[in-house]
């Protein structure tokens, strides 16, 4: 892990993932205070609140975080400008294959890049554009996922990138067991959203909460693709009348195309929006039937709300339990 700590210049190797409305300055702050490495989730965010949000977040913690950009976001532009201006350690980039000069824009603003590959081909081809770690997410996750689990992208990525690059793992980690593992493999450090959605410094509605403490791996479901043309991509969240909706919105947009009324790219957008709506209604008002209450399938193992710290320091436990034991054994 190492490696990792010096990459991201925190005390553990173990990032939050980004959840709009759940990842920001509260709950950012206090997951880098605690010795791991917050990320403000951008999601929809205009280039004026990034740079609130970013300023907040820097007058609640001294400690480095980073910000995830959605690449289809139509100001990413403005907001790696905002990035700059902060001067940004460390910025993810998600949701899509990064446009071009992007990764280089960042960099020369002095930012660390990460990417996020769904498959071996594209971690190298993200590596030879310039990105300097890679986070691979298996379809354990929560929120925006891909076809593949952890467990077969780690076995695909990290034997043939992990002792030269620094690859972080993602997806249905929810144990420091599982870390140890990992580590073992190759990867330089870990990244985890679902298990501090209930921290205590989360601003997540109770019910929000509520919704996880009673939920185990199988409740959390992803949402199925109703029409081949619409760009839909996945996402895991809690089953309930919310999923429901989805299908709905997918046929009205579907209808739509038809008419000649929206293009591809607004068609992206327009799921993209109910997305960022449906979550704001379960994370922020507490609407957890008809809100989409995003979570991975670790979702079991959230049986509590505790504060960052006790999480962090509980995930790092188990792991070097596990790797003493291996030693020990040995």
């Not at 995830?68 to 001067?87: E, K, R, S, Y």
């Not at 660390?112 to 990105?131: D, Q």
């Not at 990290?158 to 067991?177: K, N, Q, S, T």
């Not at 704001?280 to 959230?302: H, K, L, P, T, Y």
Request: aromatic content about 4%; glycine content about 10%.
């Amino acid at each position: 892990m190492r490696r990792g700590t010096e990459f991201l210049g925190s005390e553990h190797a173990i990032l939050c993932g980004a959840m709009s409305w759940v990842s920001e300055r509260n709950l950012v702050s206090a997951i880098s205070n605690a010795g791991g490495f917050g990320v403000i989730a951008c999601g929809a965010m205009t280039p004026a609140l990034l740079d609130a949000e970013i300023t907040a977040t820097r007058a609640l913690t001294t400690r480095p975080f980073g910000v995830n950009l959605i690449t289809m976001h139509p100001m990413l532009t403005d907001l790696i400008a905002v990035c700059a201006a902060h001067h940004v350690g460390h910025v993810v980039l998600a949701g899509g294959i990064p446009p071009k000069g992007s990764i280089e824009a960042l960099k020369a603003a002095g930012a660390k890049v990460i990417c996020i590959p769904p498959t071996l081909a594209l971690a190298k081809k993200y590596l030879r554009s310039g990105a300097d770690a890679l986070v691979i997410e298996g379809m354990e996750a929560g929120g925006h996922i891909g076809p593949v689990s952890t467990a077969v992208l780690a076995q695909e990525i990290l034997p043939v990138l992990g002792a030269d690059h620094l690859v972080f793992v993602a997806g249905g980690i929810g144990r420091g067991e599982a870390i140890a593992a990992f580590l073992e493999m190759g990867a330089a450090g870990v990244q985890l959203g679902t298990r501090f959605a209930c921290a205590t410094e989360s601003i997540a509605h109770p019910a929000f909460k509520k919704a996880f403490f009673r939920a185990n791996a199988r409740d959390a479901v992803a949402s199925v693709q109703v029409d081949p043309r619409l760009p839909v991509i996945p996402v895991r969240a809690l089953k309930n009348k919310g999923t429901e909706e989805f299908t709905a919105k997918q046929i009205e947009v579907a209808a739509l195309l038809d008419a000649g009324s929206l293009d591809m790219g607004e068609a992206q957008l327009a799921i993209e929006h109910f997305w960022a709506g449906a979550l704001r209604r379960a994370v922020i008002d507490g609407d957890v039937e008809a809100g989409s209450v995003m979570a991975g399938q670790s979702v079991g193992m959230v049986t509590a709300e505790e504060p960052a710290a006790a999480i962090i320091g509980t995930l790092m436990s188990e792991c070097e339990a596990a790797l003493r034991g291996r030693l020990v054994a040995a």
